[in-house]
């Protein structure tokens, strides 16, 4: 709006034209709200660019090493076998494969033009959520294994069987979960994390490490037990201080339901299991990730268990899911996408899954991360105890700690005794060397 139209707006004001008062106010906000929008789409394209969103660089996947996807095994050299089980997602082990399976993993990134998060004028999180979108990963992950199993699917094609739609209803309603708007039917939204962030004297546009991140997925699932019946078998459990206290688990997980036996008996109390996201926040290093602790967080990749890693550098938070030799493989939060109505019937889901798996070298990884964890029974909790303890204590000779350790009792019997705490949201850009984010190496292939 030039000076001229102000001017004529200012006499027609001042002179008992209140229609033209209202007018030049409304026009007034809506200039203010599309220089908003500007700012935000620029930033969004800087944010792209920076990130190397704009540049589609070709993968190199070794032929001679395996490449491992959140417990699964796939091999460049092996090759697709034909199967009559095709509706099942039974691809073969082969690279194809692994691209399936990657894809399959819900993508959540930066998104652009949102509902204002909680009063504040942030429409975006571009610039400082990658770490709650590296947590709503992480947390999307545990859900798709909890309804979906972990050897779900997700083809981009028509639907032509009832297994098919179900799933895909089931796929939609796991996405709705964390749809970029306050309302309760995304208990797992940006703006409840801000909100439950604020709690806890975060402000919006604040950057989360991984253990805050882990306590703000747990108070969220909390949340939405209350208001909704399908989290009722589900609970998530946040390690303390790198110490998982198996009673502590117990308590959490065990329903006791009360069933009335034959009329010369008393009634019976027997125990169901609710399903476990387990998130054990770790810090392996100082400065910089310990390099003994490497083979430890590959090897936790190969379980099927695993539900991924958060961590990265700080101020970038990456969401791990695999691995191959020494490159971590990873789904990048980093990338502003417009936002998507997801309460649209049908709503496209391409921008909720990546085709450009990125890679980074192990030895970049920040010592702060938070690795996640699903066990559905008690037997598979159990079971997973067993098997994870070989691969917590780094193959050094001088090694003595383990990532973490499983602890009997409950946490609040060891309350009065002096332990170390973990620290994960300090900043160290006095003491390290951060790097440009030239000089990451990632690799991506884009698949047609």
């Not at 008690?378 to 700690?401: G, I």
Request: hydrophobic residues 35%.
């Amino acid at each position: 709006m030039n000076a001229e139209t102000r001017n004529i707006f200012r006499t027609k004001r001042e002179t008992g034209d209140h229609g033209a008062h209202s007018r030049e106010l409304e026009e007034e906000n809506v200039c203010v709200e599309g220089e908003g929008k500007v700012k935000t789409k620029l930033l969004s394209m800087w944010n792209n660019v920076k990130y190397g969103w704009t540049v589609k660089l070709k993968t190199n996947f070794s032929k001679d090493s395996p490449v491992w996807l959140l417990g699964k095994c796939y091999h460049r050299k092996m090759t697709i076998e034909a199967s009559s089980q095709s509706d099942e997602g039974n691809e073969g082990e082969g690279i194809e494969g692994f691209k399936t399976d990657f894809i399959s993993r819900v993508w959540l990134t930066y998104r652009r033009e949102f509902p204002n998060l909680n009063g504040s004028s942030f429409t975006t999180d571009c610039g400082w959520g990658c770490m709650l979108r590296s947590g709503q990963m992480l947390l999307a992950q545990g859900l798709v294994c909890h309804i979906l199993g972990r050897g779900w699917r997700w083809y981009d094609q028509k639907l032509t069987t009832a297994r098919q739609y179900n799933e895909d209803k089931c796929h939609r309603k796991i996405i709705k979960w964390f749809g970029d708007n306050p309302s309760c039917n995304s208990p797992f939204s940006i703006h409840m994390l801000v909100t439950l962030g604020e709690a806890s004297g975060k402000r919006v546009g604040d950057w989360y490490g991984p253990g805050s991140v882990s306590h703000l997925l747990r108070q969220a699932v909390e949340l939405a037990t209350k208001e909704n019946k399908e989290f009722e078998h589900l609970c998530v459990y946040v390690a303390q201080d790198c110490a998982v206290y198996i009673q502590d688990i117990v308590d959490l997980c065990d329903i006791p339901q009360t069933k009335p036996q034959a009329p010369s008996q008393s009634l019976h109390s027997t125990c169901s299991w609710r399903a476990l996201i387990l998130l054990v926040p770790v810090r392996l290093g100082v400065e910089k990730l310990n390099s003994v602790y490497g083979p430890c967080l590959t090897a936790v990749l190969t379980l099927e268990n695993c539900i991924g890693i958060i961590g990265g550098r700080p101020k970038h938070s990456l969401y791990f899911v695999g691995f191959q030799d020494d490159k971590l493989i990873h789904l990048d939060p980093h990338y502003c996408q417009e936002v998507v109505d997801v309460w649209q019937p049908n709503f496209p889901l391409l921008s909720f899954h990546c085709r450009s798996p990125r890679k980074m070298n192990l030895s970049r990884l920040d010592p702060s991360c938070c690795i996640g964890f699903y066990c559905r029974t008690r037997d598979d909790f159990y079971k997973f105890m067993k098997n994870v303890k070989q691969f917590l204590v780094p193959p050094h000779e001088k090694a003595e700690y383990p990532m973490f350790v499983f602890c009997e009792g409950r946490s609040s019997d060891v309350m009065g005794i002096n332990r170390f705490t973990i620290s994960d949201d300090t900043l160290r850009y006095g003491a390290v060397n951060v790097e440009t984010d030239d000089e990451l190496e990632y690799e991506e292939f884009e698949i047609l």
